[in-house]
């Protein structure tokens, strides 16, 4: 398995970009570890197939370079950059047996009869099929042959990385699960570089111990599903990550304090930003809390989910939505206080933290 270092890389479909807009990929400088689990997330059209697919080689990038390893990969196809992909529909053969589409791979490699062997029975039981090993590819469900699909990318040891693109599209919820958790665990028994594509948060933060997020062509912020949930580097993450997302309200900074349309409240520490800065106080709903004390809100409507409530309503003019225990009381003269530890300041979108 190898370190993926992408250099300064770029991607633009068209000739002659000149605009940052022009980019289907703007610009990525990062280095993944070896053996990492990386989910690529974000909303359709942000860039996740792009830069996988400049990962694989199926994409040469407009600019910057690609390193496994340290080695420079870029002008490689994808056959000698030696990596395994499973894409969102399953690619196998139906006239073969469950235990031929995995040998497949790797005799195409002209590896020993007796250490296919091996091998091959070795993912069937991490993957629990040994008992479909005779069976004809032809006739399975659409999760069964995903399952296999799975198997041939986990069949070969010698690749750089395994590389997903939305592989449980086509899978129902419940298997869904099951096949995320199994991938997870070979991921922690194996150390496989995994690199996998997907637009549902859930996927992303159950599989990956790193999750990229993506937003117009740009890499946002590469964190755990702590940091993206407390820490989000981008409004957009904010929003993105949580249901329902970060509250987003505009706000004028003057020193310590945070007017927010009539209420001021205490962000804890000075910033430096520049005064033609857009600046916004980040709230997770879950960090508000509502009482008789505090800043007045509007309440607008409340929706019990089971465990939590969601109020949503209005507060010093703007939207807000807050999210209270199940059996949390809601006066009907509320009010609302921001617990301090859950405030993040941004400017033009971007976190500014008490570092800067
Ligand atoms: P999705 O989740 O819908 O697959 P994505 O995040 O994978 O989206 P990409 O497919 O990488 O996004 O697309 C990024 C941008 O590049 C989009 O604006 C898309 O329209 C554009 N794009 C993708 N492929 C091509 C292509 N072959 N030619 C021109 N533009 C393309």
């Not at 000739?15 to 990062?30: F, G, I, M, Q």
């Not at 340290?70 to 469950?98: C, E, H, K």
């Not at 496989?192 to 859930?202: E, P, R, S």
């Not at 890499?219 to 993105?240: A, C, K, M, N, W």
Request: hydrophobic residues 40%; neutral net charge; contains cysteine.
């Amino acid at each position: 398995m190898s370190r993926i270092t992408l250099d300064h890389i770029r991607h633009a479909y068209g000739a002659n970009p000149t605009s940052p807009k022009d980019y289907a990929l703007r610009e990525v400088n990062h280095e993944w570890t070896d053996g990492g689990a990386y989910a690529l997330l974000g909303p359709s059209g942000c860039g996740k197939t792009t830069l996988l697919n400049i990962i694989s080689g199926l994409l040469h990038p407009s600019h910057g370079r690609l390193l496994f390893d340290g080695r420079d990969v870029t002008d490689l196809s994808t056959q000698d950059r030696n990596i395994a992909q499973v894409f969102q529909f399953p690619v196998i053969y139906d006239t073969m047996t469950v235990y031929d589409n995995l040998a497949f791979p790797l005799r195409n490699r002209g590896v020993k009869e007796a250490e296919i062997d091996r091998r091959v029975r070795e993912t069937l039981e991490m993957l629990d099929l040994s008992s479909w090993a005779k069976r004809k590819a032809r006739g399975l469900t659409a999760d069964q042959k995903q399952k296999i699909s799975l198997g041939r990318g986990l069949v070969r040891n010698d690749v750089s990385a395994i590389l997903f693109d939305e592989p449980l599209t086509v899978i129902d919820p419940h298997m869904k699960w099951v096949l995320r958790s199994q991938l997870k665990r070979l991921h922690q028994q194996f150390g496989f570089t995994m690199v996998y594509v997907t637009h549902d948060q859930t996927e992303a933060l159950t599989f990956a111990d790193k999750v990229v997020v993506m937003y117009e062509g740009q890499i946002v912020q590469i964190g755990t599903p702590d940091e993206l949930f407390d820490r989000p580097s981008h409004t957009f993450v904010g929003y993105f990550i949580g249901s329902p997302g970060m509250n987003v309200l505009s706000a004028d900074i003057d020193g310590s304090k945070a007017r927010i349309g009539a209420e001021i409240i205490d962000i804890g520490f000075a910033p430096k930003v520049a005064p033609s800065a857009k600046t916004e106080i980040g709230i997770r709903p879950e960090f508000i809390r509502i009482g008789r004390e505090g800043m007045p809100l509007q309440v607008a409507k409340v929706e019990d989910i089971g465990r939590r409530k969601i109020v949503r309503g209005q507060f010093s003019g703007k939207p807000i939505t807050i999210v209270v225990p199940e059996d949390g009381d809601i006066p009907a003269d509320a009010r609302i206080s921001f617990d301090p530890t859950g405030i993040n300041l941004y400017a033009d979108s971007w976190r500014v933290g008490r570092e800067v």
